[in-house]
């Protein structure tokens, strides 16, 4: 069985002669990205990474992890945007739902924090507070290994390490994951002798997910790898050679471009597992960074249910029409409680005696998606068989692959982000950083008014 993609609750919506008519443009959107001929063809490198990574550094990342495991109670991640967001997002799918709270015989990992994902000082001392005087190591992450706010956790952290265990001792307790050989944290990995992990020159942070970015965290955490990539490269297979009608990937890219065009511009991705919470913030990253420019692109925002039908339940249903939803739905519970009779009725809950409360969360979908449907939000389903390593490998690489999709047919390059840059110009300027005089003077003047 497989991930499959099913929108016929949104027939209301979509005829049959509207998909037929995105064939042609999705097999070209396909064939420029299969073929390399699209913008940002640079970076396709995450197309054949499931069946072509590099064996002996997978080898060495499940080596790092088990000497992680053996000498460490807390691993820190420290990484932003595309080399922290997938290895949260497995972590937290695949792993015990109270991680890091969960006795250590339950979880038999190390405890895993992120940090270097914003630059709160309060975060940070919080996190010292956690480690206390355990024994930990550090997993830095940065492609370009410039970006400030994991180079200034790094400078934090490492210093910590080292006030710990030495110089040379804290060396080999942090594992640099970057460039093969630019930027200062390949710089500072060669200098000081850190064990290095490469992010290939040909794949962007947010389709990094299956490389040593999110690896060698996932790996600690206990989970499968092995069993992440043959998920990917099962999904990989259909992706490339099922045809449109049957091809979950394509008909995706299809629809959301078919809604966007009327005026459904707000993508909402549901999950009714807490579990997922990370997988949507990985997808919003995945999808707003590749197709949110020229003016364009559809805004992906992700909500947690039944937990938010309390919240923003009221707009999705009443709110402006300008939404759709895509649920992730995990078809079979990994666990399961049953509902207790109780002998005075007091709660009013009896009727519901005997059904699993996996049962009960399933009930509130399907009527949450006909209710959101009578209120014309299209509602279209990703349906997960189960919650493991294999068909996350599955969900990362359908995602990924309809990004490419999708972005080739908004007419955006997907792969690039070049609006990421304006903030961080006007940071470094702030900040006083060497270069940026004119425009340090400029905007202190408009700071002032
Ligand atoms: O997807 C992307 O390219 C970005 O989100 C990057 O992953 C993020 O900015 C971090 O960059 P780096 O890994 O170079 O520190």
Redesign the pocket.
Known sequence: SKLSFDYSAAKKFISPTEVEMMKKAVQMAKEQLISGMGPGSDYLGWIDLPINYDKDEFNKIQKAAEKIKADSDVLLVI?????YLGARAAIEFLRHSFYNSVSKEIRKTPEIYFVGNNISSTYMNHLRDVIGDRDFSINV???????TE?AIAFRIFKKLLIDKYGKEEAAKRIYATTDKSKGALKNLATSEGYESFV?PDDI?????VLTA?GLLPIAVSGADIAKLMEGAASMRKHCLEAPYEENDSLLYAAIRNILLKKGKTIEILVNYEPSLHYVSEWWK?LYG?SEGKDQKGIYPASVDFTTDLHSMGQFIQDGQRTLFETIVNIENSSSEIIIEEEEVDLDGLNYLAGKSVDFINKSAMKGTLLAHTDGNVPNLLVNLPMQNEYYLGQLFYFFEFACGISGYLLGVNPFD?PG?ESYKRNMFALLGKPGYETQREELLKRLEG
């Open positions: 990484g932003i945007g595309g080399s992450i940065s492609k370009s290994g410039t970006t994991p992010v962007g942070g947010r389709f990094s970015v990253q960074e982000q990421v």
